[in-house]
């Protein structure tokens, strides 16, 4: 339980009362009741009013808001308020602010800001922490700090430059190790002297979208700079503990946000939280990858839903209102996925600037009679009801599939093969497979313990990091199913090749060397020409994007090539290895293939749907002493008939039985217990 | 009349004599008599010949221009020369120079490209216009000063931001007055100090296509930018007025030109000037519209059509000659709209630099045997005939659209809700309803006098200005007819949100309510469903764009949506009040059903076409002392034939009688008295 | 021949030893041999290793591999290592660092990456090039120097505006003349003082898409920054000349790369050698069209290729692996067009940065048993059968076409009439027609002697230089058939429009004048229509882009517009002239137009093409000593049978006889002795 203080699934969001009049919170706080509104985001974006100048600091009017909310049976999650700097800093000490990637000196605007190695930053931010710390480490209201806001943004300043120094030094010790690591052979770019590296830039070694032509070295600031925005949030969380080492320390995180390896942040968080915010197109498989993701960072820990939007965003090209029950519907899915909170940004819509057309619970209108509003309402009562039967409860998956931040880092900085590939959607592609057959699945770094699972899938792996391709060998010897594609055991973690031949460390565990890697448009396809029936596929699918052509070496050849130069050379292999296999997939295949060949790798291993449902109905699973609670979530845009024959259920919304054929209406989501 | 010196329509252009020898000097003379010239614009970018340093003048070659094309019968629009700087200027005085959005300090080149708060510029701007109103103040051939030249292009420099925080200080007097106009409760940007205050741009608050974190400061910068080269232009004013008090003073503007106000800007104008460049896919209708809006700029007082090309521009990505007629077309589609002069940019091409591509009455053939001066020649004559009818007559418009600058930048420059609204081309939609029925259109801005009008149609009036909604709540009281559409009435003039509901101060006369505001892509459409036939319209027809889900609290229902979740929710309402009625179009509808929506309107007002022509025909009229001149402008691509029944007219240029059914050809003209 | 040292066609590439440690090097040595590797070009990136320091300079690790190489048989191409400056230098002497067209100083990355114009850059890079030349002058290995690599990359900063006014001085002498030559007295852009000149570029006078304000100065940037950076080629050159006298010295272009007049270049050159790098769609008449002009810019003397890929590249969005057997025919492609060399980009792939997927010799597998490895080595077998019959021999062509980097320079800079206009793109389409007849052709600068061809096309020559129109007179009036095109004739070397009529100083020779141009988009087409059947060309074809409106003036009219307001206009004309034709085609034909056009010149002319064969099928010839050497290039796409009738020709490769029907494979290649 994130805080036992509250025990229950938590309902709330953002607020900033600061921008409003008294009259208005007296307003806020009748209509948070209304709504069964338990907990308040404060104080994130506060700093100027908390800290007016160097010396000063005003909490008196985050006392009264805090005292006043928890009289009314509303706690805090706490911010600190440190996601933007104040004007006065930014102009007192330019070193606060950051240079952009073509090495423009900002001025104060804008949030996330602050350059994350300027002392004063630091200083300031370290100090508010600790101050609001002390004044409320045995406030009743405070349930969780919430530290800076959505952390991200690199800077490029000299002292940046100077702190990246410093953090290759440690890294490698010596200038020789540094020059090995990022082949600097490699068009004469030897450093002699520590001070002759200079940090990768749109002046320096990096280009449009993205692509260096130095991967080591721009490999390296990006961990550098997701480094050094993780010192931030260690400092304020120190100072935090300092004072109040009981209460749960977090800050919101987004998703598949590219800039920060989350993993690694997660171990210095007590819970991993996070903002969702998909638009009208967004899969919803999708969506589920990425709660799933945000549950693997704390291994399967239930996590935060921080913020979503009640209805509209404003950051988007088109910014549709969420349909009616879809924000309730998606606010399950979160659930579904392992959240033990449902928050919004925003309780109420502010009147100026840039996310005046974000919506609220409470909108411009100023009332209760909304369809947004009466939407929250609903959902905040049926929270009530439900918080115990699945407040700390545990997904439970036999499927992992890896995504790894430095991998991806890797392949967007490297030139060639293909500017299409995409490794997220490259992993989607096989989340959206198991999805569709309602398998549960776990999103797993590439550190974590894979003992417990029947089936590992690391789609594109390009990077292998030392100790993984054992860690995967002995899975499969023990029996386990491994499954990896194209591009994958191609370099090492200094995006360095692994010479001897593609996939590199990967290549005796799956049994195959791939010669070369064809990389052709995207409307260019290929074909997986099935060589016999095997379960769930048979004939002939589509492929594309790029195209390894592999020997066996040992594996069995399940599919070949259909087409181009190519055409009878092995596309899908399965390698025996231990009591296991480890299949390889060659090219990037159409979605009916991977959903048979998913189906037959979960067949292989006894793993079956939770449900049987009709397709875009989502069933997934959460589990707590024993006890099952399965949510269905209705996405297919129509009402819909499901048959759950037998098997009879609670309606934990309802408290009534469910069994046999039912309806769900479109948008509409049942929380069943056995 | 603009100059009585000159008591016809003024026929000539730019004229550059300072790129030319004298031999060519004489031929233009002989040629300019050829077209029917009778104005030269001179003394456009000679401020490096004028002035070779900080203390000398030189304007004897000037004084021979005027004198040689004086006595050859050509009078003189007398330009002051500085929208380009000296080089010598740009490198003594770096301050003249701007910094750009990116905050890159410029380098000479270009032109329009002094910074408008450089003190530089300001005080050898003002001088040098002093010093030519001074020499030239009595000379018989001066008919009016054009100062600088299509003034635009904001500064983003260190003066310019300290400039900035005076004006501030002007408007708001007090910091705290700021942070609530500017709502920098908003992620803490609240300012404690003047100097904490920093210009809105690239490195601060603003982002790529205009959007800014923060509208209020860049919805002020925008203010301050139109007014700092406003300032400009008042100095130069002023500077001339001293010496020649009785000698009218224009600047050339440019239609929608998006960065400066300029209704604003006309009340420093004694005669609105400016230049006309539609493209070959320009509708004929956008033209009119703007013409009209040169026009309402100074309440319908005729205007200059300060520049135009004879045939082919340099700028466009495919520059398309006019096709035969076509400029002679259009030059009378400017004095059908109430443009007193026909001139062009440029009486001869130049020889070098990026014009040299632009169409000339002189080309670079150098004689008069070409297609383009046959075509100038044939206007020019038939000028010398027409301007005894058309000088100084009036259009005369019951039907009045609203348009505003500042409207405009708010819309731009906020976040949501599509990125797809582009508030000039709503603008279009219902101007191009009425021009395609003949009933002419006044455009206006917030601040005009209504009462005088049948009809007021203000799209899209996201920002409502004190007063406004008085002014037509009182208006329709009287018996007005009034029109608005989604996203109106929203925010106040600091793009503050109005609370309590949309759209605001507009609520109680439209009797309506907003709920929410949909946004979807452009592919994606509704249907506005007529409730019943109402005139013009039955049926069903396409709407898209945003859609407001709004509430009757009075107003009628006259369309329902046709689908989505919103289906049956009113899309088109009219509420009575008083006399008269307010009409809310909540999407933005098909040409369809605004051309019906339209003519229900006038019917209702009893306001017909001037004349009923097939479609592609403009018909427009202007009068004088109770005597009607009426334009009729094949616009159609074709032969085509009207109809004028019984009503006999004169046939201004052929001075023959007109009636029942005539021919008129593909780009052909007939100017009518009756 | 290139150098007597090795009589044969060059089999090598460029080879990066110092990235990699000694058990490879000996892997490598293998291997070449395997594969008939007897050419390395090495050093060309490694001058941080060479100078650790500004005095310490390290060659032995050089020696050993320059030895190394030639005891196994294996000469060296030595470069000069300047391509990149070391990282200490970037750090002591920032002048070494360019500043882009935005004014931003660079940092240390990349390569090309040093200011032309940089004191420290010359004086270290002229100092290496002599230290080499020094050390290796007499060493048997070295067969000709590579100074620096693929020179290009403009700079903008001080130092360079600095010296961009000397070389102005020295152009024009006096402020005056560039006044003069630049137009600036349009927009008062006058200079009083050579400080007044800044450089042109997006501070000043440029904008992106490469558009100038002015394009005197522009142009004049242009010449200034290819002359700045073969000054550096010129002080490198003359460094090892003093030494070497004897060994050749070249440095490797790429083909039509916009940035440098290789024409003015290839004069500093022993021997001209370039960069091949088509991609999967490019036609293969551009690969020949540009194969050709590399060989005319030294008037047909054979050249080398330096760098093809073995197979795949990095830097395209979508590198496609090349198709088997495809190395191959590109290859001998290159031989067909001139090329006595026969080298590839890379031997050994790198392990590490933006370089690591372009294709090797060698791959990372690090063996043989590769299809890329075992193609290199079939055509390393067979050009050690070849060389003796080729080497030395040259193309003969009866038909130039004209290529002018500075005509192309001056279309890019200009401000109208159409952007979709692209120079390079009109001249290949004239090359594409004569290509598909395979009719030789020499691509040839302006300043070419042209009494030697029947057939002279200038396509879209926008520019005429001093003596270029009597020079094409005489060579009408001797009897040759000239081509020009739309937008031809118009301005001088600096731009300005030669007045009284286009096509300027052509007008008399083409005996029409162009009174205007229309320019309309892409997809507005117009029609060619033919008076009456002319050889192989009747009734009607299309037209586009730019369409001159011309009128006959002594010219026959061959063809009309069938279309618009023109039509009935001339648009194809001849005019006699002496015992000549002058050919004028008013727009841009489509593919079949221009095929009949240029068959009708050649059949005039007598020229044949060199075999009949299909479609697809290249041929061309060189000749030595009277003995031709004939190339069948099957480009086709799939096999095709050939009939070469009663021709008998013993093929080079097998030593077979070949005649009358035979069948060649796709992608292979015959090359055939008669």
Chains 1, 2, 3 share one sequence.
């Not at 988007?316 to 909170?341: E, F």
């Not at 370099?491 to 791939?514: K, M």
């Not at 790798?601 to 024993?626: A, F, I």
Request: hydrophobic share 35%.
């Amino acid at each position: 339980m994130i805080n036992e203080k509250l025990p229950k699934i938590w309902y709330g969001g953002d607020y900033n009362p600061e921008q409003w009049d008294k009259a208005t919170w007296d307003e806020d706080t009748r209509m948070f009741k209304l709504a069964g509104i338990d907990v308040a985001t404060l104080n994130v974006f506060s700093w100027a009013k908390n800290q007016p100048d160097e010396d000063t600091y005003n909490f008196e009017w985050l006392d009264e808001q805090i005292n006043r909310l928890y009289n009314n049976g509303i706690y805090t999650c706490l911010a600190t308020s440190t996601g933007a700097h104040p004007a006065w800093m930014a102009r007192k000490y330019p070193d606060v602010l950051r240079v952009d990637f073509h090495g423009r000196k900002r001025k104060f605007g804008g949030r996330h800001n602050s350059c994350p190695n300027s002392p004063t930053y630091r200083k300031y931010s370290e100090r508010i922490a600790e101050k609001l710390a002390e004044r409320y480490k045995d406030h009743p209201a405070v349930l969780i700090w919430h530290v800076s806001n959505e952390y991200g943004g690199y800077c490029y300043c000299d002292q940046c430059e100077a702190a990246f120094r410093q953090w290759v030094n440690a890294r490698y010790g010596t200038i020789e190790s540094v020059n090995k690591a990022w082949n600097t052979s490699f068009w004469g770019h030897t450093f002699y002297d520590w001070e002759d590296i200079v940090l990768p830039n749109g002046l320096s070694e990096e280009g449009e979208g993205e692509v260096s032509a130095f991967q080591g070295i721009s490999l390296d600031y990006r961990r550098f700079m997701s480094d050094s925005l993780l010192e931030c949030y260690k400092l304020e969380r120190d100072a935090i503990k300092k004072h109040a080492p009981n209460i749960p320390v977090t800050t919101n995180l987004m998703g598949f946000f590219p800039q920060l390896d989350y993993f690694k942040w997660a171990k210095e968080m007590d819970v991993a939280s996070w903002d969702n915010y998909p638009g009208i197109d967004t899969p919803p498989s999708f969506t589920s990858m990425t709660h799933d993701l945000m549950r693997g960072l704390k291994s399967g820990q239930p996590f935060m839903l921080m913020e979503q939007t009640p209805s509209q965003q404003n950051w988007q090209a088109y910014n549709a209102l969420k349909r009616p029950n879809v924000m309730r519907l998606w606010s399950y899915q979160a659930v579904a996925h392992g959240a033990d909170t449902v928050m919004f940004f925003q309780l109420r819509r502010s009147i100026g600037a840039c996310e005046k057309y974000h919506g609220a619970v409470i909108e411009h209108v100023g009332h209760e009679h909304t369809r947004v509003f009466r939407e929250v309402a609903q959902v905040g009562k049926e929270l009530q009801q439900l918080s115990d039967h699945i407040l700390d409860s545990r997904a439970q998956a036999k499927v992992a599939i890896v995504y790894d931040w430095e991998n991806r880092w890797a392949i967007d900085l490297s030139s060639g093969p293909s500017v299409a590939l995409n490794y997220v959607d490259e992993v989607h592609k096989y989340y959206d497979a198991l999805y569709q057959l309602n398998i549960p699945v776990d999103m797993i770094s590439v550190e974590e313990d894979v003992s417990s699972y029947d089936i590992v899938i690391a789609p594109v792996l390009y990077m292998v990091k030392p100790g993984f391709a054992k860690k995967i060998e002995s899975f499969v010897e023990n029996g386990g199913t491994f499954v990896t594609t194209f591009f994958s055991g191609i370099v090492n973690e200094n995006d360095l090749v692994t010479l001897g031949g593609y996939p590199g460390e990967l290549r005796s565990l799956l049994g195959i060397w791939a010669e070369e890697i064809d990389a052709l448009a995207p409307d260019k396809k290929n074909a997986i020409v099935m060589k016999e029936n095997l379960g769930a596929l048979s004939g002939s699918y589509e492929c594309g994007l790029l195209f390894d052509l592999i020997h066996s070496e040992g594996a069995e050849v399940v599919a070949e090539y259909g087409a181009d130069f190519y055409k009878g050379m092995p596309v899908v292999t399965v390698n025996r290895f231990g009591k296991g296999k480890a299949w390889y997939v060659a090219s990037s295949p159409d979605k009916k293939f991977l959903q048979g060949f998913v189906k037959n790798l979960c067949d292989d291993k006894g793993l079956s749907p939770l449900l049987q449902v009709p397709e875009g109905v989502e069933v997934t699973e959460r589990v707590k002493d024993g006890q099952a609670c399965v949510f269905v979530l209705n996405h297919r845009g129509e009402d819909v008939q499901l048959d759950l024959e037998d098997s009879v259920f609670t309606n934990l919304l309802t408290k009534g039985k469910v069994t046999g054929k039912i309806s769900l209406s479109k948008n509409d989501v049942l929380i069943l217990a056995h």
